[in-house]
């Protein structure tokens, strides 16, 4: 249930109509913008506040091939965080420059677990990873952070997990048992395979003006997109009142910008970061 | 010797919008409905809680074996009590007065070549590497807390809360907002609806949020602890 500060995105394309002078009422067109047209540019600048503020972050297995050096990002990565094997208790992945190592006449042909990554001549979602892997990553369940175990039913007819349980809260747990489970989602173990955690793209609103935006978008920071939204569309304009409401925006934007960073990072005073 | 208890200068909804439609010039609202300048209350009192960080609220987490990330946020949503979440300050471990975790980054960590893996008890955490209202704790935990409320083997999140919303008019904003500081709320929320009008609006909305804004200062510099005459003395 979103706190009573959550906006709906019909109540920020409005609040962005109000600001702009251009509200004809509740729910419909302005006589200068269209509805459609405010949503894309909202769309747009909850983006420019993720990306910038780091607000969304997650992690992904990406399974390894033996013989393969270079993998995809996932599709909603803006931009990876941290590459690592074997989970969250496996190790982490250096950063390589192919240069460096071409300048010291280095080749890449070794095999092995990689324990480093690079990016350089690589396109802008690929990542390669050194050495290159002499194995196919694991899709043993033993330790997935990933999938919802349903149930499992021992022989004697006792349940030894009940219900919608991540797969990550028994990790350990050998799965030597007989009997009938069903585990749901695909999984992929992040044992032998590459992990990145990164900054993900939010959800996109379309013409369901009823929703909410990306629920890992703080509600606190929901009442400030109309500025950042008001000062893109103000762009431009010759009107003497839009320019000095454009700086004025352009300004409570980049404050929400920063406020939301900082609330991101913020760990309390033994961090000594204040969000304002 | 009588005294005026603060008590006094509380206001509530009605109250506050009186004096924010004074402040709009629009006592009789033909400008803005009594619905836009409640919302527009409910907005400042936010900002000012937000700006001030005068709520504070605490959240018992069970920790799990094996488990290193934890949704605060959700936690807090689950309880009927608490007042909505803002950010941790402080994530207490074993109960209120024993020890806390320290911040800590995963790139730390990761430099340091130190291990996260399942061990007794977590003594650091981070927020680096995880989505707003989540924290991960460092090292993972190899056992699972006791069943709440109890708490071993838990954390205890310290966090800065959001004020609920006034809707009757009747209603007073969060007692954790001080009194002395409720004259401020009704500057924010003019400003909020002034900056939808003309030019001479948006200078008196700047004027206004001005306002706002020395007393969101003057709050928090209330709020440094030893705030008695005594605190300024120093040595000659």
């Not at chain 1, 007819?157 to 919608?164: L, R």
């Not at chain 2, 989540?134 to 083997?153: F, K, R």
């Not at chain 2, 809707?167 to 007692?175: L, S």
């Not at chain 2, 002034?194 to 003057?218: M, P, Q, R, T």
């Amino acid at each position: 249930m979103p706190e009573w500060f959550a906006r709906q995105f019909y109540q920020i394309v409005d609040d962005t109509f109000r600001l702009c002078g251009d509200f004809r009422g509740a729910q419909i067109n302005g006589r200068t913008w269209t509805r459609s047209e405010v949503r894309s540019i909202a769309n747009e600048k909850m983006l420019e506040l993720i990306k910038l503020s780091g607000a969304l972050k997650t992690v992904r297995s990406i399974p390894l091939l033996e013989g393969v050096n270079v993998y995809d990002l996932p599709p909603d990565c803006i931009m990876p965080l941290r590459f690592g094997m074997h989970g969250v208790d496996g190790y982490v992945l250096t950063h390589k420059s192919i240069t460096d190592l071409d300048l010291v006449g280095c080749s890449r042909t070794t095999e092995g677990d990689p324990t480093t990554f690079y990016r350089e001549f690589l396109a802008p979602n690929q990542v390669g990873v050194m050495p290159i892997p002499s194995r196919d990553g694991s899709t043993f369940l033993r330790s997935s952070d990933y999938g919802l175990l349903r149930q499992i039913s021992d022989a004697d007819g006792s349940i030894p997990f009940d219900a919608n349980r991540p797969l990550r809260q028994i990790r350990g747990v050998p799965f030597v048992r007989t009997g009938d489970g069903q585990i749901i989602r695909e999984v992929i173990s992040p044992f032998g395979n590459l992990q990145v955690h990164y900054i993900r793209a939010p959800k996109i609103i379309g013409t369901d003006e009823f929703q909410y935006p990306d629920e890992a978008i703080p509600e606190l920071v929901h009442k400030d997109i109309k500025y950042g939204v008001a000062f893109e569309l103000l762009k431009g304009s010759k009107k003497k009142v839009h320019r000095l409401k454009q700086q004025v925006f352009g300004m409570k934007w980049a404050g929400t910008i920063r406020r939301l960073q900082r609330i991101v990072e913020h760990a309390g005073p033994m961090n000594d970061v204040r969000p304002l | 010797m009588t005294y005026t208890p603060l008590d006094l200068y509380r206001k509530d909804l009605a109250a506050l919008m009186v004096k924010t439609r004074l402040l709009l010039h629009d006592p009789s609202g033909e400008r803005w409905t009594d619905t836009r300048v409640t919302e527009a209350i409910n907005l400042a009192a936010l900002e000012f809680a937000i700006i001030t960080e005068c709520i504070k609220d605490e959240v018992e987490v069970q920790l799990l074996a094996n488990q290193w990330s934890y949704d605060i946020k959700q936690a807090v949503e689950a309880s009927a009590t608490l007042n909505p979440y803002g950010w941790p300050v402080r994530i207490g471990y074993y109960g209120k007065e024993s020890g806390a975790l320290k911040p800590t980054t995963s790139h730390v960590v990761d430099l340091s070549g130190a291990t996260v893996m399942p061990a007794g008890s977590s003594n650091q955490f981070q927020v680096n590497m995880l989505s707003y209202g989540e924290v991960g704790v460092i090292p993972i935990p190899s056992t699972d807390g006791e069943a709440l409320p109890g708490d071993e083997g838990n954390i205890q999140v310290t966090y800065i809360g959001m004020p609920e919303s006034m809707d009757a008019v009747e209603d007073f904003p969060d007692e954790e907002m001080q009194e002395v500081y409720h004259q401020y709320i009704p500057y924010e929320a003019a400003s909020l609806l002034l900056e939808e009008g003309d030019e001479e609006d948006l200078i008196v909305a700047a004027d206004y949020d001005a306002n706002f804004k020395s007393g969101c200062y003057e709050a928090i510099g209330d709020q440094y602890q030893g705030q008695t005459g005594y605190a300024d003395m120093r040595p000659m």
